[in-house]
């Protein structure tokens, strides 16, 4: 039986579509920040990096392509640690380069995992940085090592972390579920922020609130806040439009329906939507229907036969053999053609929870990505929940009728955002 070397990995199947659509506006980085309650010592952070990468061996691969595909190489290449100096979510990957996935930055008390997410999905990224900052608070405070070192131990080998679980998973002859037929969805239009910049807003609240009022309507705060995404997208919509739904994309991290402790990306998309103009639009309207399409949709037998739908391709003989330049052109062009089906994106990372003897050091944590659209990312810690808005436009009138729904809900949030150079705002 023929075994890939273990020097270099094949990209898996939700990366192959990231390096033929990168591009300065949408690099595909996203970065996972996190507050500490002190400012950040380099060095150690330095320290703290390299004794992670001993626990993520795939983080130390650089992405270089053959005549038929992309791969990751492994690379005995240093992560250096430097304070902030660019934008957030700047271009990682550069074909003409040989240079890793990832950079850590920090700036005063704050330190970033930026990565590309050819790499890892979010939930790998996650792992990574949780890693990092225990492994930093045990250096810079060893009153702490002995409570956190076996907190730090990753609770997979190597070879699980590295895993391909697309290809774990696949199954040529598995389920075929009927997968949902989307239409066209409206689109945002208006002027855009320069090339290689996000217009960043960020709300923090107090989660224990926003649950509760999920609770009041029966449903999930993710429920909750992608119906309040559509409604606040379909406010910014012309009328004349409003013949089309809204639809937007939400990762799902497939670690919760199909056991796997990789280290790489493992996730699936589904779309959910509403159509304005066939519906009353009322929040209790729109999270009714909502929490339909997610039960729908949110099945390991559904997600399941999507997985297996996109890797069917990549497991067909002509296919394979097809040059790689002819898969770039094909894969960009059907990514172009997706986008027409999604006005935006929301995505949970969920509750991020650290050792106990970590958490006086720790403040909070956000997260957001890249985009040539508009995209909502969302994480708690403690008791605070941080919902991060990027986006391509200079128009912010989404982000604040999103945030204005819950501040009438009685939410207090307390809002935070980026200054461009010329933005006119």
């Not at 066209?184 to 002027?191: E, P």
């Not at 937007?248 to 699936?268: C, K, Q």
Request: proline share 5%; hydrophobic share 40%; net charge neutral.
């Amino acid at each position: 039986m023929y075994h890939q070397p273990a020097d270099w990995f094949r990209l898996d199947n939700a990366a192959k579509i990231f390096p033929p659509t990168s591009n300065k506006q949408d690099t595909k980085v996203f970065r996972f920040a996190c507050q500490m309650n002190e400012w950040v010592d380099r060095e150690i952070l330095q320290q703290a990096t390299e004794q992670t990468l001993e626990s993520f061996p795939i983080f130390r691969s650089v992405l270089k392509h053959g005549l038929f595909w992309y791969y990751l190489e492994k690379t005995q290449l240093i992560p250096i640690v430097e304070p902030e100096y660019r934008p957030p979510c700047g271009q990682i990957y550069d074909p003409n380069s040989r240079n890793l996935l990832f950079e850590v930055t920090c700036y005063r008390n704050r330190i970033n995992l930026e990565v590309y997410h050819a790499l890892t999905d979010g939930t790998g990224a996650l792992q990574f940085l949780k890693t990092l900052i225990c492994n930093y608070i045990a250096i810079k405070y060893p009153q702490t090592r002995q409570e956190l070192l076996p907190e730090i131990e990753y609770d997979a080998s190597a070879t699980e972390r590295d895993e391909d679980s697309f290809s774990k998973y696949y199954d040529p002859h598995g389920s075929h579920a009927a997968r949902a037929k989307h239409q066209r969805s409206c689109q945002l239009k208006g002027a855009k922020v320069p090339e290689g910049r996000l217009k960043i807003i960020e709300g923090i609240m107090p989660v224990k609130e926003v649950i509760r009022l999920a609770k009041s309507h029966q449903t999930t705060l993710t429920v909750l806040l992608t119906s309040m995404m559509l409604i606040a997208f379909a406010e910014e919509i012309p009328l004349r439009k409003k013949n089309r739904p809204v639809m937007l994309s939400v990762p799902v991290n497939l670690r919760n329906y199909f056991h796997s402790d990789t280290a790489r990306n493992f996730f699936g998309v589904i779309q959910v939507g509403y159509n304005f103009s066939e519906g009353p639009g009322t929040l209790e309207d729109v999270v009714e229907h909502v929490k339909q399409e997610f039960a729908r949709e949110l099945t390991a037998e559904r997600l399941g036969a999507r997985m297996a739908a996109l890797s069917k391709v990549e497991h067909n003989y002509v296919a394979r053999v097809v040059p790689l330049v002819i898969k770039d052109t094909i894969l960009w062009a059907v990514d172009s053609w997706q986008e027409a089906y999604t006005a935006g994106s929301i995505s949970n990372l969920g509750k991020i929870d650290l050792p106990e003897a970590a958490k006086p050091y720790v403040q909070r944590f956000d997260v957001f990505v890249s985009t040539d659209k508009l995209q909502a990312c969302l994480c708690s810690f403690g008791s605070e929940l941080t919902i991060s808005f990027t986006s391509a436009f200079r128009s912010t009138n989404v982000q604040k009728s999103f945030f204005r729904q819950l501040t009438q809900q009685g939410i207090p949030v307390e809002i935070q955002s980026n200054k461009l150079e010329d933005d006119l705002q």
